[in-house]
Every structure is written in C-alpha cells, then in structure tokens.
C-alpha cells in the first residue's frame, strides 16, 4: 500500500471514516488497499468458501460475522484461495483460526481475535449488502484502507 491511514486522515478530516481499533492482524501483511466485496453470515462460512474462489480483482472481502467468538469464520485454506485469486485482504467482524499459518501468507487479515472450532455448514449468508460493525456502515464497493494504525473507508478519488 502506498498510503497510510494516517495520511488519509490528515488529507481528508471531514470524509474519512475510521473504524473502531477492535481488529487485530493476522496475516502475512498488514496493510490492503481496495473496493469492499461484502458479506454478512453468522457462524457459518459456506458463503466465504464460495467467494474465495472467485477473482479478487484487489477487492478486500468484508465479513461481517455478527462478532461471534465461538466459531472460527476463515482459515488457511480460505486464505490461501484468497492469494491465489488476487484478493488485496480480509477484514472480519469475527474470528479467525489457523493463526500461525496464517502469518506466513502474503495477504492482510484483520479479526477480532482467534477460536480453534469450526462453523456449522448451513450454506446461509448474505452477500454484496451493507454490514455495520466497528461504528460505520460499509457498502458493497467502498474504498477500503488498512494498515498498522487502523481501518478507514474514504469513498472520493484520492489526490497524488
């Protein structure tokens, strides 16, 4: 990413959004840059799976996955089919698991936290809504930035 969250804010006082500080890394970088492809599921990832095998185009996938702490929403082998298909990042209102493999993959993933259980398969989720979490709305297509300060959306052009 050629810019910081820091930055955005400083240009853009009065546009940029910036979510709350609740997500922590987990992948093998920390920062993306891109248009949101949203999702909202709880405790059941069908839905993801079927998304990381479509082309990511540099888009970031943003779940939203209600908070839960007691199922783990994505994995190494999701994540390693986000690579493959050109994915920017993951930012998940959610958990992850598979942490330590995780780290190791060129893709940022910002969670909430870790558990080790698998979700349920009931092939539910809504996908290419708005979801709320972490104090904004984000739609279906808003510009997304992450790095190690945080997560801001900033939906106008960006000057050089």
């Known amino acids: 990413m050629t810019v910081k969250t820091s ?15 609740v997500f922590r890394d987990f992948g093998g970088k920390n920062d993306f840059e891109g248009r949101a492809f ?13 998304i990381s095998s479509l082309p990511g185009q540099g888009r970031v996938l943003v ?3 209600g908070g839960s702490d007691r ?13 493959r298909n050109g994915w920017a990042g993951v930012l998940i209102y959610g958990c992850i698991r598979d942490k330590a493999a995780l780290r ?8 909430l936290g870790t558990s080790p259980r698998k979700t349920v398969k009931r092939n539910e989720g809504q996908i290419g809504i708005a979801v709320e979490f972490a104090g904004h709305t984000i739609a279906d297509g808003d510009q997304l930035y992450g790095d190690d300060d945080g997560v801001v959306l900033l939906n106008e052009p960006r000057l050089s």
């Open 7 to 21: 930055d955005l804010c400083d240009q853009y006082p009065d546009t940029v959004r910036v979510l709350a500080p």
């Open 38 to 50: 949203t999702l909202k599921c709880f405790e059941d990832n069908s839905r993801i799976k079927e």
């Open 63 to 65: 779940v939203d996955g």
């Open 71 to 83: 199922y783990a929403l994505f994995g190494d082998v999701i994540a390693e089919d986000l690579v």
């Open 104 to 111: 190791d993959m060129p893709i940022a993933i910002k969670a």
